[in-house]
């Protein structure tokens, strides 16, 4: 199945200023958000940013959250976003049936949250290089389950390309300058 903007909503879980910088990886993750956030905007993707206990993890970090739209950001306790019950309510209310799932920690809060949603009827999309977890093992094995549970794997390149469906448009060029 492929990725339809017209269908899909973005997720960006846990990017947030105490727990980003001690990830594998951190900037791969900042950059790719970004792009997708960017993307987006651009196709008018409804998006979602979940933070974990901000009080004791911190807002959202600077550079993804300069791009989230107003009202994007909700706070959470559970791990899992679809336990959470003004986010799994949010993404049901967007009527997309897809998610495209990106963030951190990838076996732990990512994973729960794209199998939840997965359970919870979506169709879920785990965005690999704007993932990541403390220790990169860690990060493989939650994509390798993920999988094994029906979530696709997919790259950053893979949405923007997807969501944009046509290349010549006023929107590929924008996307692909995202890309470039």
């Known amino acids: ?8 909503s973005l997720l ?9 910088p001690v ?22 993707v409804p998006v979602t940013i979940s933070e974990q206990y901000p009080k004791g993890i911190g807002p959202t970090m600077g550079e993804v959250l300069a791009e989230a739209p107003e009202g994007a950001v ?19 209310a967007f009527q997309r ?8 920690e990838a076996h732990v ?6 199998i939840g949603l997965k359970m919870a009827g979506f169709d879920v999309f785990v965005v690999a290089d704007a993932c990541s977890s403390r220790v990169a ?10 999988a094994a549970a029906g979530v696709a794997v997919v790259s950053t390149e893979m949405v923007l390309f997807e969501w944009l469906h046509v290349a010549g448009t006023s929107e590929f060029k924008d996307v692909l300058s995202l890309i470039k």
């Open 97 to 104: 049936p897809q998610v495209v799932v990106a963030g951190i």
């Open 12 to 20: 960006i879980v846990d990017v947030q200023q105490n727990l980003g």
């Open 23 to 44: 990830m594998a990886e951190p900037r791969q993750v900042y950059r790719n958000c970004v792009r997708l956030l960017r993307g987006a905007a651009r196709l008018a």
């Open 109 to 114: 809060c990512v994973l729960q949250s794209a």
């Open 1 to 8: 199945m492929l990725m339809d903007a017209a269908r899909s």
């Open 74 to 92: 909700v706070e959470k306790m559970h791990f899992s976003c679809a336990a959470e019950p003004a986010i799994l309510s949010r993404l049901q």
């Open 137 to 146: 093992a860690n990060h493989q094995l939650a994509l390798d389950r993920m």
